[in-house]
């Protein structure tokens, strides 16, 4: 599904993001990437989606090389990924169920079909009594699983989540997951990146990076990746 081969990302001001990266991601998997803050797992989130393009090396997300694909063929390719990311950027002048039907407006789907999809996504992350609510009077933890349903409205073969819990009290972090995983039981191949360590139990694998680098066996489980940390 995902695969980078010799990737690195070097920013204007000569700032090296990600150096000679190799990985795969087969279909259906629930891959956490961790490492701390300024590791580049943002950066090697918005190479897959294409809002970055790499220096060097290729990026393959299923047979479409991400690194040649047109400006003007971008919106087709991301119908395929849900993208989620620590700012909801929810709008705050339409209701949840609003914000949740956009992509498929925006893509010309009828108004019947996209309300009936968009409440079932917001039942699916157990939010479908607040359809009605404006974003600003939910929680932090609302407000994400409102971007979760928002994301794989449209069905995504691939969710790319970045620090989806960051800045969420435990419980809030612990349902936002659990909508993720509901998601990847059904087939949907997820990548997750965090620096919460609590969650990788979760994963089918852990990649780590750390300073643009690959850390240790990325083929890795989780629960090995775990006892490697705390040993």
């Known amino acids: ?43 090697l989130l918005k190479l897959i989606a294409a809002i970055e393009r790499p220096s060097a090396g290729m990026v393959k997300v299923g047979e479409q090389d991400v690194g040649r694909i047109a400006s003007s063929a971008l919106p087709y390719f991301r119908r395929k990924l849900g993208l989620i990311f620590q700012q909801q950027r929810l709008l705050a002048d339409r209701n949840v169920l609003q914000n949740v039907m956009l992509p498929l407006i925006v893509v010309g789907t009828a108004q019947a079909e996209a309300e009936k999809r968009s409440r ?25 699983r409102v971007a979760i349903a ?9 969710i790319l989540a970045d620090e989806p819990t960051a800045n969420l009290d435990r419980v809030s972090a612990g349902k936002v997951l659990d909508a993720l995983k509901s998601f990847h039981s059904v087939g949907v191949t997820c990548l997750i990146s965090t620096h919460d360590e609590e969650f990788l139990q979760a994963a089918d694998r852990v990649i780590h990076l750390q300073g643009g680098r690959l850390v240790g066996n990325i083929g890795q489980p989780a629960h090995a990746f775990v006892e490697e940390r705390l040993s």
């Not at 079932?120 to 994400?144: C, H, I, M, R, Y």
């Not at 928002?150 to 691939?158: G, Y």
């Open 1 to 43: 599904m995902i695969e980078f081969r010799h990737v690195s990302k070097r920013y204007e001001g000569n700032a090296l993001a990600l150096s000679d990266v190799s990985l795969s991601v087969a279909k259906g998997e629930l891959v956490f990437l961790a490492g701390p803050s300024g590791a580049g797992k943002s950066t």
């Open 120 to 144: 079932a996504a917001l039942d699916k992350v157990g939010l479908l009594d607040k359809a009605s609510s404006p974003p600003p009077a939910l929680s932090g933890g609302e407000q994400q």
């Open 150 to 158: 928002r994301a794989i409205v449209h069905r995504p073969q691939v």
